[in-house]
């Protein structure tokens, strides 16, 4: 699902415009980003899941084409861990 189909169901659900759908949904997606990455805080919504900084320290790789070692450097990327009762649904 795509953004736009997204912000359609959001719509057709809240009764709320698309726009103001589009408003909402992007509102909610800035506030968990600026929460995780600036604040380094854990977002959880119940019953969906939950959203958390994960760091990488560095470490020394293998390209496995021609076995040399590759330094690979320390990174950080979100994480989502989906909550029980959506690991059941699935």
């Known amino acids: ?23 909402a949904l992007d509102a909610v997606c800035s506030t968990i980003a600026m929460a995780v990455i600036t604040d380094n805080k854990k977002v959880a919504i119940r019953g969906f899941g939950s959203f958390r900084l994960r760091e990488s320290r560095a470490r ?6 021609t076995g040399e070692s590759v330094a690979i450097a320390a990174s950080k990327t979100v994480a989502f861990k989906p909550s029980g009762s959506l ?4």
């Open 60 to 65: 020394t790789g293998r390209n496995p084409r």
């Open 87 to 90: 690991k059941v649904a699935l």
């Open 1 to 23: 699902m795509e953004k736009k189909e997204l912000i359609n169901e959001v719509s057709a659900k809240t009764g709320l415009s698309k726009s103001e759908a589009a408003s």
